[in-house]
């Protein structure tokens, strides 16, 4: 009871460092887009979205690499714990990759002239989308927990196949997509802008971590939850009362 | 529509995802953690019913 007190205070503590941490590294990678790069010389101001745009898209295909590592870990170990850090995982890949998709749209109005076009990467990107969209009504349609987390582990895997092919699809295919990492004709990128890209990717990376062991605590609870449950049942069952509960998961 | 405004729009819908997300997290935990703690208490109380019963006896 003490130690689990003791943990409990330790995880809290956890906690805080790194929701500050995080919050002082958005702050700093605020600071570097708006006040040290330098404004771009064709695109103007709107150019900016194109920090924060970068690094939603890198925290999208981290967090679906961490769930297909999880997935394996979990064909591997069969234990439960890399189920719900593949499932965290995809809740938070989901909103950044929506968040590239719309800031996305928002960049390409002014300089494309339209918000959508369907060429390779934004078609791949709206398909990959799609997939994990589909991967978390799927797993809410499965009831077994074991089926469940087997089925999502293999969906997974196989859905990470969109993240090399949604990074290469400027490099394989023609596209109006700016290559800004390998070069091109699309943004010229001054030393300063790969700075605040620097910094933008790392305090998006740290606000993955918070954000990902914030939702692994929910997974936590979840479970603590049908625990519970499963012994007010269990109690129900030898009192010979009735206890309305699913049981565990 | 300015260059600026959309410059604002895409910061604007990161925060706001980003406070989605964070809020829908929030609230789940504290669901969560009420029910936990409503079915610790009707735990403890059967325990405590059941304790009762025996020592009437």
């Known amino acids: 009871m003490r130690k689990d007190v003791v943990r409990r205070s330790q ?3 956890l906690g805080a460092v790194l929701v500050g941490l995080s919050s002082v590294a958005m702050l700093a990678a605020l600071g570097m887009v ?9 695109m103007g101001d709107v150019q900016r979205i194109f920090y924060f745009h970068v690094a939603s898209a890198w ?8 769930t297909c590592l999880a997935g394996i870990g979990y064909l591997v170990q069969g234990d439960r714990r890399w189920d719900a850090l593949a499932f965290s995982s995809v809740e938070i890949g989901l909103t950044f990759i929506t968040m590239t998709l719309l800031t996305g749209a928002l960049w ?5 002239g339209t918000y959508w076009t369907w060429e390779p990467r934004l078609t791949i990107s709206a398909v990959q989308w799609l997939i994990y969209v589909a991967y978390r009504m799927l797993r809410a349609a499965i009831e077994v927990p074991e089926r ?3 089925f999502a582990a293999v969906y997974g895997i196989v859905a990470f196949v ?18 800004i990492l390998m070069g091109g004709e699309g943004m010229a990128i001054a030393p300063q802008m790969v700075h605040a890209l620097v910094v933008s990717v790392a305090a998006f990376t740290l606000l993955y971590v918070t954000l990902l062991w914030l939702r692994m605590r929910l997974e936590r609870a ?4 049908a625990c519970l449950r499963a012994i007010t049942l269990q109690k129900g069952h030898s009192d010979g009362t009735h206890h309305s509960s699913k049981g565990p998961f | 529509m300015s260059n600026l405004a959309y410059l604002l729009s895409a910061y604007a819908v990161f925060w706001i995802l980003t406070f989605v997300l964070v809020f829908s997290i929030w609230a789940r935990q504290r669901r969560l953690e009420r029910e936990i703690a409503a079915l610790a208490d009707r735990l403890r109380e059967e325990e405590r019913d059941v304790y009762l019963r025996g020592t009437e006896r």
């Open chain 1, 162 to 179: 969109t993240v090399p092919l949604s990074w290469f699809a400027i490099r394989w295919w023609r596209t109006i997509h700016p290559d």
């Open chain 1, 59 to 66: 925290i999208g295909f981290f967090a679906f690499f961490v």
């Open chain 1, 108 to 112: 390409a109005r002014p300089v494309w």
């Open chain 1, 148 to 150: 469940r987390a087997r």
């Open chain 1, 11 to 13: 995880r809290d503590v």
């Open chain 1, 34 to 42: 708006f006040l040290y790069a330098p404004r771009e010389a064709t």
């Open chain 1, 222 to 225: 979840v479970n603590a939850l």
